[in-house]
């Protein structure tokens, strides 16, 4: 069964720092383009950020909301996905969904989401 | 402000016919393909069309999506109160600050 399992969610003071991990399992997870997409509660869907397979360069691209604080990283060897996040602002308060594209050819759709992890950031 | 545009609500009986639509611009929707996806309360967005107008495996084809110029539409018949959700649409957007963008989403009330 193709699945994503976000973890590390919780809840960090503004200023502060915190990494989620997706675990993948399922599929190639090292020919996947795997991106972050996060939902403020109440609001809709916004892309973070995403990370290309090694085989198409490795490189990251990010929203400018979040350029410059956060980092989107891949340990093939685990099969799994992180997100560094850093100098954390209120308004970074969301579910962030891990997710990727199998079944789409240019990597701007995506098929496969994990359940989500909710980040709050209050003091 | 969401980069694509969408009515913040639409609704019809079961049984009927509603159609979603997206509006963008030559660097997102009129130069990319348009994906849809829905959105039950408290679950994760689902994809229901990519590539403008086709179905992943097990979507019905009560769903249907199209895309003319630089404006999208989601289409879906023979209503079921099961599809009472948030719908998104969503494509690359290719100016200055690449990035995947969505629309601000549509609430579909089934009467």
């Known amino acids: 069964e193709v699945q994503l399992v976000e973890s590390g969610g919780g809840l960090v003071k503004p200023g502060g720092s915190l990494r989620l991990s997706c675990a993948a399992s399922?599929?190639?997870?090292?020919?996947?383009?795997m991106s972050w997409v996060r939902q403020a509660p109440g609001k809709g869907l916004e892309w973070v950020g995403r990370?290309?397979?090694?085989?198409?360069?490795?490189?990251?691209d990010y929203a400018a909301p979040v350029k410059g604080r956060f980092t989107i990283s891949r340990d093939d060897s685990k099969n799994t996905l992180y997100l560094q996040m850093n100098s954390l602002k209120t308004e970074d308060t969301a579910v962030y969904y891990c997710t990727t594209g199998l079944i789409v050819v240019a990597h701007d759709a995506f098929d496969i989401w994990g359940q989500g992890t909710m980040v709050t950031v209050s003091s | 402000q969401s980069v694509l545009t969408q009515p913040p609500s639409v609704s019809a009986a079961p049984g009927q016919k509603v159609t979603i639509s997206c509006s963008g611009s030559s660097s997102n929707i009129g130069n990319n393909y348009v994906s849809w996806y829905q959105q039950l309360p408290g679950t994760a967005p689902k994809l229901l069309i990519y590539?403008?107008?086709k179905r992943p495996s097990g979507i019905p084809d009560r769903f249907s999506g199209s895309k003319s110029g630089t404006s999208a539409t989601l289409g879906i018949t023979g209503l079921q109160t099961g599809d009472e959700a948030d719908y998104y649409c969503g494509t690359w957007d290719s100016s200055l600050s690449a990035e995947v963008v969505f629309g601000g989403g549509t609430k579909l009330t089934v009467l």
């Open positions: 990370i290309k397979s090694k085989t198409d360069g490795g490189t990251t």
């Open positions: 590539e403008n107008n």
């Open positions: 399922g599929f190639t997870f090292s020919n996947a383009w």
